[in-house]
């Protein structure tokens, strides 16, 4: 079966789909983007991606391409067009096609939509969480809005691939001070040695995540104690437990940060018992 995207108003085989090369994504990478859970072909809380997607998009100062409405039926309309039954949906706007100029193209260009869709392995999914994932850290060198989801990602993607090169899953952006400020494609978690959970408070130097909103809910239901401040690397390295969170992974125990085991180097029971409670909290559309 062949995957399907929407491109511009048109559902389209993903090798026929293709966008202008004056896209200002392309161009500028001047866009943003949202990706959504998809568990049992329904979209896990679209309401808050699509609010974090508004933000964004109004940061920005890049018009809303269609109605939320709309742009739901395109969502599901992807989802289901590709038979996904648990994976991600993508959605990407960018500021639209126009002669190469830094500048804000004229009023009246419309936005780009693209929206994608596909299943991921959920056995993989889950070893993985069974086993643990490591990670290394890398110095913080993004700009200073990260809590725009923006498709500008290419500090992301070198520290992913020197994740990757170093046999870890995640790369942890650590800032002038010393602290982990989040990951390259998830939100960073630690637990205290007596059980308090913490994670960086959600300004400008890291993405709300989604993911992160809901653990939130989900660690005030099972009476833990939550602290958002920023913590150290050193601090990381002490914890009991650490954790990543993301929509496509969920909640990911991390068990080991710059090849030393972070507690006893299994995952912990916090990071499991958030991970099997998720789906409690989150909201299905
Ligand atoms: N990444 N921080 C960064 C830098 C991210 O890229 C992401 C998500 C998160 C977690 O956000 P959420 O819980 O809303 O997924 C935090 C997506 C999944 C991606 O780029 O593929």
Redesign the pocket.
């Known amino acids: 079966m062949s995957r399907i995207a929407y491109v511009n108003g048109r559902y389209l085989p993903l090798a026929a789909a293709s966008v202008n090369i004056e896209d200002r994504g392309y161009q500028f990478s001047d866009g943003v983007?949202e990706?959504c859970e998809v568990r049992g072909g329904r979209l896990i809380d679209e309401c808050l991606?699509m609010k974090?997607l508004a933000f964004s998009l109004s940061e920005l100062r890049i018009g809303m391409p269609m109605s939320l409405s709309a742009l739901s039926v395109v969502l599901h309309e992807v989802v289901r067009r590709n038979r996904v039954r648990w994976g991600?949906v993508y959605l990407q706007i960018t500021r639209g096609v126009s002669r190469r100029d830094h500048a804000f193209p004229p009023a009246g260009t419309a936005p780009s939509v693209v929206v994608t869709a596909r299943n991921l392995d959920l056995a993989s999914a889950e070893k993985m969480a069974t086993d643990g994932v490591s990670v290394i850290s890398v110095p913080e060198n993004r700009w200073a809005r990260?809590d725009i989801?923006s498709v500008s990602?290419l500090p992301?993607v070198l520290a992913k691939q020197a994740a990757r090169e170093q046999g870890a899953r995640e790369a942890w952006f650590v800032d002038r001070d010393g602290c982990v400020t989040?990951?390259?494609?998830?939100?960073a978690w630690i637990v205290t040695r007596d059980g308090k959970v913490v994670t960086r408070p959600a300004d400008h130097a890291?993405?709300k995540?989604?993911?992160?909103t809901v653990v939130i809910e989900a660690i005030a239901a099972q009476g833990l104690k939550l602290e958002e401040r920023a913590f150290t690397l050193e601090e990381a390295h002490g914890a009991r437990e650490a954790f990543i969170?993301?929509?496509?992974q969920i909640v990911l125990p991390v068990v080991s940060i710059d090849g030393r085991p972070v507690g006893n180097g299994a995952p912990g029971l916090v990071a499991s018992a958030l991970r099997r409670d998720f789906h409690r909290h989150a909201k299905t559309s």
Request: proline share 0%.
């Open positions: 983007y990706v991606h974090r991600i990260v989801k990602l992301n989040e990951g390259s494609s998830s939100n890291i993405l995540g989604i993911t992160r969170t993301s929509a496509s």
